[in-house]
C-alpha cells in the first residue's frame, strides 16, 4: 500500500500538459460524462495519435483489398476429397460476386479438385481462365497439377506440347522448366501404365531432372512401380541389377517396391531375402528411416497368404506385434486377416478380427471397411455357417467405417442367400433369392449370386421354378444352332413402310416384332416400348440391327451371348448380304423359351417371357 501512495503521488507531481495528456488517453468517467453532456467528440491532437489513426486506416483499407481467403481454400479442398466439383464451382462463383477476382493459391486449388475428379475439360477451362489477360496469373504449381491432369486423361500429345512451350520459354507465365513438372508428368504417365512414353519422357528430360537434384532412385522406383501395376513384375526385378550397377544406395520405398514385385510375381523366398536384406542394411548404416514399416509387413502377408503358408504369416505377425516403434494400422489387421483366410485358418482370423473390434472401441481410426466383413462373410458361407453370415451383415452397417456401396450391399445379400442354402434352408434361400430380385432387379449370371441362384433352381426342378424355364429336349448345348430352326415366316414380320397405327394390336401379343424391307429381308427390330407415334412408320421406330452369329454356332454359345447382349442376329453365312435377326426378351435369370425360324436367306429367333 506505501509503495500504491508513492507512485500516486508521483503521478500528481507531474507538469500540468502531462495530466492533460494523460486524460486524453486513460478519461475518468467523469469526463466522459462530460463529453457525451456535451455532445462533442474528443480528437487529441497528439501526434501519436494521429499515427494511430493512419495504421489503423491503412490496415481496414488492406482488409477491404486482399479478402482472407483462406477458409476458401481449405473449404475447396474438404470437397476435392469427397469429390463434390459441382459444389466446388458453385461456391467458387460466389466468392467471385463477393471479393472479385480471386487469387492463385485458390484457383490452384480448383484445379486440383477437376484433376482429382478426373475432369480434365474443366481443368482446361480453369488455367484458360487465370491465364487470361483478366486471370489471377499461372505458376509453376499450376502447370504441374495440369501436366498431371493431362497424363492421367491420357492426353499425351497435349502434355508433351505443353512441355515444350515450358521448355521453349513460351508458356503463358514464363514457368521455368523444373523438376516438379517433369516428376508430376511421369508419375502420370506410369499410373496410366503407358511405359513406352514414361520411358520417351525420361530421355528426353531425364537431365532436367539430375541437374534439378532429383533422386535418380526415386525415377527407378516410379518405374518399378509401373511394371508392377502393369503386370511386369519380373521388368520391375530386373531394375534392382540396374540400380546397383549405378551405386544408388536403396532406400524403404525402394526394398518395398521389390518386395511387392517378388510377391506380385509370386517368388516370396525373394521377397524374404529383401526384408532381411533391408534389416541388415539398416543395421549397417543405422539409420531407422530404412527399417520395414507396416507397408512391408503387409505385403510379406498378402504374399505368404496367397502361398497359404500358414507358418510364415504367423512369423510375420508375431515379428510385427513384437516391434516396438511400429503402429499396426487397420491396413495391417485388415491384411492379418486376408492372409488368415486364405490359408484356412477361420479361427485365426476372428481372433485378429475381435483384437481388432477391441481396439477399434477405443480408437475410431481402426474401424474396419465393409469388405472385410465380406471376406469374412465369403468364408463362412462357403462352410454353410449361416448364423455367422448374418450376424457379419447386421454387424456391418453397425461396426464398418467408410461408405457401404451398393456392389457390397447386393454382394453381402447374395452371401445370405448363399449361406441359408449351404446350410440346408432351400425355402429360406428361396425367400432370399425373390426378396434380391424384387431388390436389386436383377441377379447377373456370373456373379456368384448367379451361381447360387442355379443352384436354387436345379435343386427345385423346372416343375417349381420361378423363372418357368423352357426345356428344349433332345437338346444339346454342343448342337449347331441351325439344328433347331423352323421357317422364318412363322416370326410373321412387318413391312418397314406400314405405319404403327395399322399394326398396334400386333404388338399386344408380342413385345418385340421382326422388321423386313420390299424384298423380303429383316432391317431391324421394333420393340414394344419403343411404339409411340402411331403415324409414324415402322422404320422410324426400330432398332438397328444387334451383333450377329453364323448358323454353324452352338447352342451354347447363342445362349450365353443371349445373356450377354440380351439380342443379337444370326447369318446363314459371314459374307451374306441378308441379314438373320435374333430376337429376344429375356427373363431376369433364365431364358423362357427359344424359338427359331427359317428361310432361305434369313433366321430369326425370339425369345418370348
Known amino acids: 500500500m506505501k509503495q500504491i501512495h508513492a507512485k500516486m503521488h508521483q503521478f500528481q507531481a507531474l507538469p500540468a500538459h502531462i495530466h492533460a495528456t494523460m486524460a486524453v488517453l486513460f478519461p475518468s468517467r467523469k469526463f466522459c460524462q462530460q463529453q457525451r453532456n456535451q455532445n462533442t467528440f474528443h480528437r487529441p491532437a497528439s501526434s501519436s495519435s494521429v499515427s494511430r489513426r493512419y495504421y489503423l486506416g491503412r490496415f481496414k483499407r488492406r482488409l477491404r483489398s486482399e479478402p482472407n481467403l483462406k477458409p476458401l481454400t481449405s473449404r475447396i479442398v474438404d470437397l476435392t476429397r469427397r469429390r463434390q466439383l459441382h459444389q466446388i464451382f458453385v461456391e467458387v462463383e460466389i466468392a467471385k460476386k463477393r471479393y472479385g477476382q480471386l487469387n492463385t493459391i485458390v484457383m490452384n486449388a480448383v484445379m486440383q479438385a477437376c484433376v482429382h475428379c478426373a475432369d480434365i475439360e474443366s481443368a482446361l477451362r480453369v488455367f484458360d481462365e487465370m491465364s487470361g489477360p483478366e486471370g489471377c496469373g499461372v505458376d509453376n504449381i499450376t502447370y504441374a497439377t495440369l501436366l498431371k491432369g493431362l497424363g492421367a486423361a491420357r492426353r499425351i500429345d497435349q502434355a508433351f506440347q505443353l512441355l515444350e512451350a515450358v521448355e521453349q520459354g513460351t508458356a503463358v507465365g514464363s514457368p521455368k522448366l523444373s523438376p516438379p513438372l517433369v516428376s508430376g508428368l511421369l508419375n502420370s504417365l506410369i499410373e496410366a501404365g503407358d511405359l513406352r512414353r514414361a520411358n520417351g519422357l525420361l530421355a528426353r528430360y531425364g537431365l532436367v531432372l539430375h541437374e534439378g537434384g532429383y533422386p535418380l532412385v526415386l525415377v527407378y522406383n516410379l518405374l518399378m512401380k509401373g511394371y508392377i501395376s502393369t503386370g511386369f513384375p519380373e521388368a520391375a526385378l530386373s531394375l534392382h541389377d540396374e540400380i546397383i550397377r549405378h551405386g544408388l544406395n536403396l532406400d524403404k520405398l525402394t526394398y518395398n517396391t521389390l518386395i511387392l514385385a ?16 533391408m534389416k541388415d542394411r ?57 492372409a488368415f483366410l486364405n490359408c484356412g485358418t477361420i479361427k485365426g482370423a476372428l481372433t485378429v478380427y475381435g483384437e481388432l473390434v477391441k481396439k477399434a472401441g477405443e480408437d475410431s481410426s481402426l474401424r474396419p471397411k465393409p469388405h472385410l466383413f465380406l471376406a469374412l462373410m465369403r468364408a463362412f458361407a462357403v462352410r454353410g455357417e449361416y448364423e455367422m453370415v448374418k450376424k457379419l451383415h447386421r454387424r456391418m452397417w453397425l461396426d464398418s467405417s467408410g461408405t457401404i456401396t451398393s456392389k457390397v450391399n447386393e454382394e453381402a445379400d447374395h452371401l445370405l442367400m448363399e449361406a441359408a442354402l449351404k446350410d440346408g434352408q432351400l425355402d429360406l434361400a428361396l425367400w432370399y433369392m425373390k426378396s434380391n430380385i424384387e431388390k436389386w432387379k436383377q441377379i447377373p449370371w456370373a456373379s456368384r449370386g448367379g451361381m447360387v441362384a442355379l443352384r436354387i433352381e436345379a435343386l427345385l426342378g423346372s416343375s417349381v421354378s420361378i423363372f418357368s424355364p423352357c426345356v428344349l429336349p433332345q437338346v444339346s448345348v454342343r448342337d449347331t444352332i441351325e439344328h433347331i430352326m423352323v421357317p422364318f415366316s412363322e416370326a410373321q414380320p412387318l413391312q418397314a413402310t406400314l405405319k404403327l397405327k395399322q399394326v398396334v394390336m400386333r404388338f399386344f401379343k408380342d413385345s418385340t416384332v421382326p422388321v423386313i424391307d420390299d424384298w423380303g429381308s429383316c432391317v431391324g427390330i421394333l420393340h414394344c416400348e419403343d411404339c409411340n407415334e402411331l403415324d409414324a412408320p415402322l422404320s422410324a421406330m426400330m432398332r438397328s440391327p444387334p451383333p450377329s452369329v453364323t448358323t454353324s ?9 443371349m445373356l450377354e447382349k440380351r439380342e443379337m442376329t444370326v447369318s446363314k453365312a459371314p459374307a451374306s448380304a441378308f441379314t438373320l435377326f435374333f430376337l429376344c426378351s429375356l427373363s431376369l435369370l433364365a431364358v423362357s423359351s427359344i424359338t427359331l425360324f427359317e428361310t432361305a436367306d434369313s433366321i430369326c429367333l425370339p425369345c418370348a417371357n
Do not use: W
Open 282 to 338: 539398416a543395421q549397417t548404416v543405422d539409420d531407422d528411416n530404412i527399417f520395414p514399416d507396416v507397408v512391408t509387413y503387409t505385403t510379406l502377408l498378402k504374399g505368404f497368404g496367397h502361398a497359404q503358408d500358414i507358418l510364415s504369416v504367423q512369423n510375420i505377425v508375431m515379428e510385427m506385434k513384437s516391434s516396438s516403434n511400429l503402429h499396426i494400422d487397420r491396413v495391417a489387421y485388415t491384411a492379418t486377416i486376408d
Open 553 to 561: 454356332t452352338s447352342i451354347g454359345r447363342v445362349i450365353d451371348l
Open 262 to 277: 517378388c510377391v506380385e510375381a509370386g517368388k516370396v523366398d525373394a521377397a524374404m531375402q529383401f526384408f532381411e536384406g
